[in-house]
């Protein structure tokens, strides 16, 4: 499994932005497929925004579409999840996961039951 680390969580109002990344060490994330999800209390995980290993194309859940944009940053070894315009119902904590060779698209992979390595997560509050 890969070791992965989110960070870049925090504390922002309505309206502001945050920039998470997810981080592995001695494994390159390029290989494989990555997907940020969410879970906010007594809530089911969520698929928030995945990137392709294959061909780079990218997911988004309606919830986030215009807002987030994911990306990979292969000189820090980082995917990264750019969020503007949080609102309150974007408060969660938000887990990075990633699995090799995923086949299918990239909206059917962006499941939580597709990835099989999970970060710790990183706490997002938006609050007024």
């Known amino acids: 499994q890969v070791q992965l680390v989110e960070s870049g969580g925090g504390l922002v109002q309505p309206g502001g932005s945050l920039r998470l990344s997810c981080a592995a060490s001695r494994f390159t994330l390029d290989y494989y497929t990555i997907g940020w999800f969410r879970q906010a209390p007594g809530k089911e995980r969520e698929g928030v925004s995945c990137?392709?290993?294959?061909?780079?194309?990218?997911y988004y859940a309606d919830s986030v579409k215009g807002r987030f944009t994911i990306a990979r940053d292969n000189a820090k070894n980082t995917v990264d999840l750019q969020m503007n315009s949080l609102t309150h119902e974007d408060t969660a904590v938000y887990y990075c996961?990633?699995?090799?060779?995923?086949?299918?698209?990239?909206?059917?992979?962006?499941?939580?039951?597709?990835?099989?390595?999970w970060g710790q997560g990183t706490q997002v509050t938006v609050f007024s």
């Open positions: 996961a990633a699995e090799p060779h995923a086949p299918g698209t990239i909206q059917a992979i962006c499941d939580r039951t597709r990835f099989g390595s």
């Open positions: 990137i392709s290993s294959s061909d780079g194309s990218t």
